[in-house]
């Protein structure tokens, strides 16, 4: 069974600050894909950042960057420089490729907060 | 601008009516999805459909129904053997190509409340 957890329901962050997120993940199959998403409080759900497993570097897209470490199955999202407009939920989400549906599996999600 | 588009935003149900949240996709994706989702929890998966006229349950199906008569199109029907639709429901869709991350492009959602 595929299950993702996110430990911390809520965070907070001074501005220009980093900030991580943690996600740690469970499956058995070799293939998977993790993502990771903001929800702002408007409700849409807005992609940031993909990791393969095969992939043998972390992912990088602007200011979010995923640590990831395979063998602790863990894929936390650093978000650098933080700014007001970050506060929002933020979700984990794995792909377990071999299951041909291509659907996510997602945590509980993280809220974070930016102080001024 | 391509995307997806959601309606109602709210929707307010009586006890023992059914209701259908419409999703529409521009996107030209093959693949797509409803989600649920509560106060403090994740996205749970209630239908999804890979190819037009088809379509299986998620982990939450009972209680809903859906249909994909076009591509572009997933409706998704709250009936009343649902027992609490009270939740904010998420349409997505993919492109579903080899080679893709896969990632879900996602509407803006539909608040429904049960009164």
């Known amino acids: 069974a595929q299950k993702i957890t996110q430990t911390q329901p809520g965070m907070f962050v001074q501005e220009k600050e980093a900030v991580t997120l943690d996600c740690t993940y469970d499956t058995s199959d070799p293939s998977y894909g993790l993502f990771w998403y903001k929800q702002p409080s408007s409700g849409e759900m807005i992609f940031l950042i993909y990791?393969?497993?095969?992939?043998?570097q972390n992912a990088t897209e602007g200011r979010y960057s995923l640590n990831f470490q395979k063998a602790r199955k863990s894929a936390n999202l650093v978000i650098s420089a933080s700014q007001l407009g970050d506060s929002a939920m933020y979700f984990c989400a794995m792909r377990v490729l071999q299951t041909g549906a291509n659907n996510l599996f997602f945590g509980t999600g993280t809220r974070l907060t930016v102080i001024p | 601008d391509g995307g997806i588009t959601q309606s109602p935003k709210y929707l307010f149900r009586k006890e023992g009516q059914n209701v259908t949240l419409s999703c529409e996709q521009n996107l030209n994706h093959d693949a797509m999805y409803w989600y649920r989702q509560d106060p403090g929890q994740g996205l749970r998966l209630i239908y999804y459909?890979?190819?037009?006229?088809?379509?299986q349950k998620g982990d939450i199906a009972e209680g809903y129904s859906v249909s994909r008569e076009k591509k572009e199109s997933f409706p998704l029907t709250v009936t009343s053997a649902q027992k609490n639709p009270t939740a904010f429901y998420l349409c997505?869709?993919?492109?579903?190509?080899?080679?893709?991350?896969?990632?879900?492009?996602f509407g803006e959602g539909s608040r429904l409340t049960v009164l």
């Open positions: 459909s890979q190819i037009v006229n088809d379509f």
């Open positions: 990791q393969g497993s095969y992939d043998q």
């Open positions: 997505a869709s993919t492109a579903f190509e080899t080679g893709d991350t896969g990632e879900l492009f």
